[in-house]
C-alpha cells in the first residue's frame, strides 16, 4: 500500500460510478481514507468494499449534493468518523443537453442545483475544517464541452463555466489559508458516455480519432490519479487553474 497520502482524508461526491468512483480508488490507492458519497447508497457501499478489498480504508455516505443538509451532514459524518478534512472533490453533477433554443427552465435548475450551487454548499461547509487541516485541496470538475463550447451542450456547460469561476474566486480568497483550489476538466469514460456511446455506436470511434493520444481517458489511472497529485505534495503551488486532461482534445 502506497503512502503517498497518508494522513488525507478526502470526500468525493459522485463517488459511486464514472469519474468518482475512479477518484475514490486512486486516492485511497495512495493511503488517503476515502469518504463515498453519492445519492445511491449501494454504489457507494460498493466502492467502498473494493477500497476495503485492497486494504484501502473508506466510508461511504448516502448524499444528494442538491441538498444543503445532506452535504453538511456527509462532511460532519466525516469529520467524525475520520477525524477531519484535508481534501473535496466535487465530481457530482446532473448533466442535460440539448439546443439553446429548447432548454427549459426544469434544465437549468436541475444543473444549477447539482452543479454550481452543490459545489459552492460544499466547499462552505468544508471550509472551516479545510482551514484547520492547513494544507488542504479543493478539486472541482469542469467540462471540456464548457471550455470549447460544444453545440448542444449549452445549459451544462454554463454551469460548468460557473464552478470554474467559482474555484478562482475561492483560490484568491482562501489561499491564504492554506487551501488550494483548481479545477479538473476531464475526459473519460461514465456512465453518461457509455449511455451515449451505447446509443450512437459510432459515437466512440469518432471521439477517440479526434482525440491525438487516441483514446478516451480512464477515469482511474488518467483522472483519478491526477486528483492524487493536486491532493498531496507534488503541486503545493498550485491553485486557481484549470488542468485540462482531455488527451491533447
Given amino acids: 500500500m502506497a503512502a503517498r497520502l497518508e494522513g ?8 459511486g460510478q464514472g469519474i468518482g468512483r475512479g477518484t475514490c480508488l ?22 467502498a468494499e473494493e477500497i476495503a478489498a485492497f ?3 473508506a466510508e461511504p455516505i448516502r448524499c444528494d449534493v442538491t441538498s444543503p443538509d445532506d452535504l453538511s451532514a456527509a462532511i460532519d459524518r466525516t469529520v467524525q468518523v475520520f477525524g477531519g478534512l484535508t481534501t473535496l472533490v466535487n465530481n457530482a453533477q446532473t448533466v442535460r443537453n440539448g439546443p439553446l433554443a ?44 464548457a471550455v470549447r463550447g460544444t453545440a448542444g ?15 478562482r474566486v475561492a483560490a484568491a480568497e482562501w489561499g491564504r489559508h492554506g ?43 488518467d483522472i483519478g490519479r491526477a486528483v492524487v497529485g493536486l491532493a498531496g505534495a507534488d503541486f503545493t503551488y498550485m491553485s486557481g487553474q484549470t488542468l485540462m486532461l482531455t488527451g491533447g482534445e
Fill in 26 to 47: 486512486a486516492l485511497a490507492r495512495e493511503g488517503a481514507k476515502v469518504v463515498v458519497a453519492g445519492r445511491t447508497e449501494g454504489k457507494c457501499v460498493a466502492v
Fill in 55 to 57: 486494504g484501502g480504508i
Fill in 102 to 145: 429548447e432548454a427549459t427552465d426544469d434544465d437549468l435548475r436541475v444543473v444549477w442545483e447539482s452543479g454550481p450551487l452543490a459545489t459552492m454548499h460544499a466547499m462552505q461547509s468544508a471550509f472551516p475544517h479545510l482551514r484547520d487541516a492547513g494544507d488542504a485541496a479543493i478539486v472541482n470538475f469542469g467540462s471540456s464541452t
Fill in 153 to 167: 451542450f449549452g445549459v451544462y456547460a454554463m454551469a460548468k463555466e460557473a464552478i470554474r469561476g467559482l474555484s
Fill in 8 to 15: 488525507k482524508i478526502a470526500l468525493v461526491t459522485g463517488g
Fill in 179 to 221: 487551501i488550494r483550489v483548481n479545477v479538473v476538466v476531464p475526459n473519460a469514460l461514465s456512465p453518461t458516455a457509455a449511455a451515449f456511446d451505447a446509443a450512437e455506436p459510432d459515437r466512440l470511434a469518432l471521439r477517440q480519432a479526434r482525440i491525438p493520444l487516441g483514446r478516451v481517458g480512464d477515469a482511474e489511472l
